[in-house]
């Protein structure tokens, strides 16, 4: 069966709760036929996150969303991952990324996988504070996010991937930020689904030429 994977990120800093994984542990999306769900707590942690993340991406996974807690009002739909870090960001156990380049091999950035102007429409429709971001900042979101699509462009091609970022708890109510996580979820999965109905007709119809 196809599956849809949601990540949120655990506490950190003075964030006791991040409300990446409030909402994603709450969510409860309607999905397309078949689908089913797994959701994964990402620690901050510079050495284990990415790794995490890539280790949960079995076979039957074909869609995957990172979400991550951000200072803004509204949800930002992350355009760009950046082969870049911020060096003096600590993470839960007070180690920094001290690089100049996530990957010295990867190229400068790599878009998206996700529709993200149907996801800002769905969002919007239903008055979800809501806006498209160029990237995803400096710290373990981004870090999280290049390594994540570093790996789906050299081994998972195919993979509908990306990042969304989610207000804090004392920005956008848990019950709204809820709404938009399952709004989100459901979207990819239904983007997800219909670009695998796409290739399954195409390889039918290959192979009825055959």
């Not at 006791?16 to 089913?36: G, H, I, M």
């Not at 003096?88 to 996700?114: C, Q, S, V």
């Amino acid at each position: 069966m196809p599956k849809l994977l949601i990540t949120g990120f655990g506490p950190f800093a003075k964030h006791t709760q991040n409300a990446s994984w409030e909402s994603v542990t709450r969510a409860q999306p309607s999905l397309p036929p078949d689908w089913t769900i797994e959701k994964l707590q990402v620690p901050v942690l510079w050495g284990n996150a990415p790794k995490l993340v890539k280790d949960a991406l079995s076979d039957d996974v074909r869609a995957i969303v990172v979400f991550g807690q951000a200072g803004d009002p509204e949800i930002r739909l992350e355009r760009i991952a950046v082969n870049a870090s911020t060096r003096h960001i600590e993470d839960i156990e007070g180690m920094r990324f001290d690089a100049e380049h996530i990957e010295p091999d990867g190229p400068p950035a790599y878009y998206t996988g996700l529709p993200y102007q149907r996801l800002l429409a769905t969002l919007q429709r239903d008055a979800i504070p809501s806006r498209i971001s160029l990237h995803a900042g400096g710290y373990l979101c981004n870090f999280t996010f290049y390594h994540l699509m570093h790996h789906v462009h050299h081994r998972r091609a195919g993979l509908v991937a990306g990042f969304v970022h989610v207000p804090d708890l004392e920005r956008m109510g848990l019950e709204v930020l809820t709404q938009g996580v399952e709004i989100i979820a459901r979207e990819v999965a239904e983007h997800a689904h219909t670009r695998v109905q796409r290739c399954d007709a195409a390889v039918g119809a290959a192979s009825g030429r055959d």
